[in-house]
């Protein structure tokens, strides 16, 4: 389905040089899309993006998005047809250190961006990514629904439930008119894969210490995640990006992309699977401090199974086998752009895409 699509389409991903961003651009890629990507320089050592040499054969812009000059001169040098908004500060903890900037950036970026795909005239799909967090969360159970009211605890995931708010304010109020792009939102949740080096995280802080050779420490070890590998909801956005370019603004609404039933797991459950499935390390509570972190958090996948015909397709085991995988290879110096590439195509295969 995508190899046709895609190939020779122009499509601007935001965010392209982060963990998400790399993935999908090296998807993309090997589609045959024509790439520009606008992010950041990479800020964590390893970057994926780097070692991968993912900028080669795409145009790469290293830009703020709240730079709203550089943002329009890109979309009108380039003329997207597709968008992917992936660029974001994501992080939860350095969100309660900078909440100033988080909001600057979740919620005024995502709006210059929104507001350079119109400006340009050439965009006609946008995949506005936000994160499972955007939902008020009352600890209640019950996997949380599209239609279910929008809130957020932490700055970060406040932040997000303000990009939902004001991305369905944007739709309505500028995305009506016909020649007027179409506009949805994607939800999904703790996503794990090989190439995530960020701090805070707990797959990469997982690596990290094995390759140390001292202990895991976990925060929160019965907190509940929906975990999923980081190509089931790429491969719903790409979807979904498809859908709004063929059928438009049928599509422009939010979609949730979790994982299998039985992919949602404690933290501890998953720590100690990374151990078993890499050979060695250690694990141990440890409470640094007492900020707010939601215990448990699920989503509802329903819409996207019956509109989009999408659902996921690797267990938890799967995911976790994957992403160990690739971190054993890139310490083991293997080649990890065709390793990454061989991936995808598995991934794909699997899913029958």
């Known amino acids: 389905m995508f190899k046709d699509f895609y190939k020779g389409k122009k499509v601007l991903v935001t965010g392209h040089t982060g963990f998400k961003g790399t993935w999908l651009t090296l998807w993309l890629k090997s589609l045959g899309a024509e790439i520009c990507g606008y992010s950041l320089a990479p800020n964590t050592s390893p970057s994926m993006f780097e070692e991968l040499k993912v900028s080669e054969g795409i145009k790469s812009v290293i830009g703020n998005i709240l730079d709203q000059d550089l943002l329009n001169r890109t979309f009108e040098e380039f003329k997207p047809e597709i968008v992917f908004h992936l660029a974001a500060q994501p992080i939860v903890r350095l969100s309660y250190k900078e909440p100033v900037s988080t909001y600057e950036t979740n919620v005024i970026g995502s709006l210059k961006v929104l507001e350079a795909a119109r400006k340009c005239g050439t965009v006609k799909a946008f995949v506005n990514v936000t994160t499972d967090k955007v939902y008020e969360n009352n600890e209640s159970g019950r996997n949380f629904e599209e239609t279910d009211p929008f809130g957020g605890y932490d700055p970060y995931s406040s932040s997000k439930g303000c990009v939902e708010v004001m991305s369905a304010s944007y739709r309505n109020s500028f995305l009506q008119e016909d020649g007027s792009y179409a506009m949805a939102t994607a939800r999904a949740g703790n996503v794990i894969g090989g190439g995530d080096w960020a701090l805070d995280r707990l797959v990469p802080d997982c690596v990290r210490s094995i ?40 599509y422009a609404e939010g979609f949730n992309f979790g994982p299998k039933e039985d992919s949602v797991l404690t933290v501890a459950n998953v720590s100690q699977k990374i151990t078993e499935y890499y050979g060695k390390g250690e694990v141990v509570v440890h409470k640094v401090d007492n900020l707010h ?42 080649n990890m752009q065709n390793f990454t590439l061989e991936q995808i195509n598995n991934f794909q295969e699997k899913a029958g895409l």
Do not use: C
């Open 211 to 250: 390759n140390k050779d001292v202990k895991i420490e976990i925060r929160n070890p019965v907190a509940v995640r929906p975990w999923q590998h980081v190509l089931e909801p790429l491969s719903g956005y790409m979807l979904l990006a498809e859908k709004l370019f063929t059928e438009g603004k049928k």
């Open 293 to 334: 972190e939601a215990k448990l958090l699920m989503l509802s996948i329903k819409k996207s199974k019956q509109v989009l015909n999408w659902e996921p397709v690797l267990s938890a085991d799967e995911a976790i086998k994957n992403t160990v995988l690739w971190y054993k290879k890139f310490y083991a110096n293997e």
